[in-house]
């Protein structure tokens, strides 16, 4: 009986998994029908201020791709997009930074890179995993030091990488939970399944944990000049 009875309880909390699973399924068509509308906006956009105006013949566009959207082939600078949310793979060619990102008291939502001068700079962003949802990003950091990357600032760019008007799309990013970002509607009550997943694939993060930026930056601050002090009094430079 007691043997019936656990399998009983498997089941339900399988049920309740492919359920969680089909929600996400849900937000992540819901989010690429978004991004579709938004791409014909501009679109339209465009032709209209070219019906007006005289645009750069060789302006480069910073419209994404969506995985299932079309776009014009005209559209030269687009963005490789890649969907990475919990147990799917990436392709060989992209280094998988999902579990080395998560940090206590935030959810990794996506990181993107971009080829500058100095060679290819990648920057993460996350949400904080409980109270007010909070966005924070990286400084860009080049990959040796990059999973070691910590929130610097406040940041809304999750979605395309783009932090300012007129700054260059990034050459790649990667969505971890894309039902978690600014744009979904449901972002806030969805945190507390894509955790309920992260943990059941093994993830020790303190997602109870309160993260604020600003306390984050002053704890480490405090810690620094108590080092320095430290150094000082035993003569170490």
């Known amino acids: 009986m007691k043997k019936a009875l656990n399998m009983s309880e498997k089941s339900t909390g399988f049920s309740d998994q492919i359920k969680n ?43 994404i791709p969506f995985p299932g959207t079309s776009i014009s082939a005209s559209r030269n600078s687009a963005t490789e997009l890649h969907l990475a949310s919990p147990g799917m793979s990436l392709p060989k060619e992209i280094s998988d930074y999902r579990s080395s990102l998560q940090r206590n008291g935030l959810i990794l939502l996506a990181w993107d ?8 700079r990648f920057t993460a962003y996350w949400v904080t995993s409980t109270d007010i949802p909070r966005f924070y990003a990286s400084k860009p950091l080049p990959s040796g030091g990059f999973p070691s990357a910590q929130p610097d600032h406040k940041s809304y760019a999750a979605e395309d990488g783009i932090e300012f008007y007129g700054q260059e799309a990034p050459a790649c990013i990667v969505h971890v939970a894309p039902e978690l970002m600014m744009s979904s509607p449901r972002h806030r009550e969805l945190r507390p399944v894509h955790i309920k997943i992260l943990q059941d694939q093994g993830s020790t993060v303190d997602f109870n944990y309160k993260y604020l930026l600003t306390k984050e930056k002053k704890r480490v601050l405090v810690s620094r000049k108590s080092k320095g002090r430290s150094c000082d009094r035993t003569g170490v430079s």
Do not use: C
Request: hydrophobic share 25%.
């Open 113 to 120: 890179k971009r080829v500058t001068e100095t060679g290819e």
């Open 21 to 63: 699973l089909q929600n996400l399924s849900d937000e992540v068509s819901r989010l690429e029908n978004r991004i579709e509308n938004m791409i014909g906006t501009l679109d339209t956009f465009d032709h209209d201020l070219g019906s007006g105006f005289n645009k750069p013949a060789d302006k480069p566009s910073n419209i």
